[in-house]
């Protein structure tokens, strides 16, 4: 059996500001720093460790991960990080309030930005000062290339082949995975896994800091997936059993 667990950052500035955030880089709050050391207690007490972990190139994953790798005497493992499991790209929201953004847009087109499988939020312009095109973590990536807005179905699309190529075979010669990303990142990877109806996936949030466990078979199909919880408790995650699905 593989192991791969999944973790949401902790809760970020503009998480409790209630702000579009994307792929702007914002740090935790003290609520967000204490959620990942609760992380890595629960990984403790489940008995689970790890090998080799993946997170984004934002800094509220990467801080995420090392309060956990430091709490669970593990900061010496090898980290691999990519902007492919940066937060989905919000465009033109990104700093916006949402509570704001819904009385001024309706709740429906809010939800549908936030939550749809492919509507994309409003793009950003590429000469933007919040455009990552003047970032240099992204120096590497061909502007044409760079997000400019994605739905949740970009955004699983250009995760996909950093797991194809970066963290299944890591899984496949038998490391423990520990993937430190984002709400909707984190997301697209769960329905890839799963095999998640698109009419499913908006009602799936994944909590700040609290480990996401998948237990792969040989070929890295999911045998189980829960969170962890306190005092050893766990919460399986089932899906809707629909026609073209491949969720268990
Ligand atoms: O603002 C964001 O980047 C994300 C995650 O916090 O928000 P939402 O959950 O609304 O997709």
């Known amino acids: ?77 090898p980290v691999h990080k990519h902007w492919r499991l940066n937060e989905r790209h ?53 502007k044409a290339n760079l997000p400019r807005g994605e739905s949740l179905k970009d955004t699983t699309d250009r995760v996909i082949p950093f797991w194809t190529e970066a963290i299944s075979p890591a899984l496949r010669l038998g490391a423990r ?11 697209g990877l769960v329905k890839h896994l799963d095999g998640v109806a698109d009419q499913d996936i908006p009602l799936f949030e994944i909590p700040t800091g609290r480990p996401l466990v998948y237990e792969l078979g040989a070929d890295l199909t999911p045998l189980r997936r829960y969170f962890l919880g306190d005092g050893g408790t766990v919460e399986e995650i089932t899906w809707p059993d629909r026609e073209g699905s491949a969720a268990a």
């Open 1 to 77: 059996m593989h192991r791969l667990i999944l973790l949401r950052h902790g809760q970020s500035r503009w998480n409790a500001e209630d702000r579009f955030t994307g792929w702007t880089d914002v740090g935790l709050t003290d609520r967000g720093i204490a959620e990942a050391r609760e992380a890595a207690g629960l990984l403790k007490d489940a008995g689970i460790d790890v090998d080799v972990a993946f997170t984004s190139v934002l800094s509220r994953a990467i801080e995420t991960l090392h309060l956990v790798l430091r709490d669970m005497d593990r900061l010496w493992l």
């Open 90 to 142: 919000y465009g033109a929201l990104q700093g916006l309030n949402k509570a704001e953004t819904a009385e001024r847009h309706g709740a429906e087109q809010v939800f549908q930005w936030r939550r749809s499988w492919n509507v994309p939020p409003p793009p950003i312009e590429p000469d933007e000062p919040r455009s990552a095109v003047s970032d240099r973590r992204y120096a590497g990536i061909a």
């Open 177 to 187: 995975v520990l993937v430190s990303a984002h709400g909707n990142s984190l997301r």
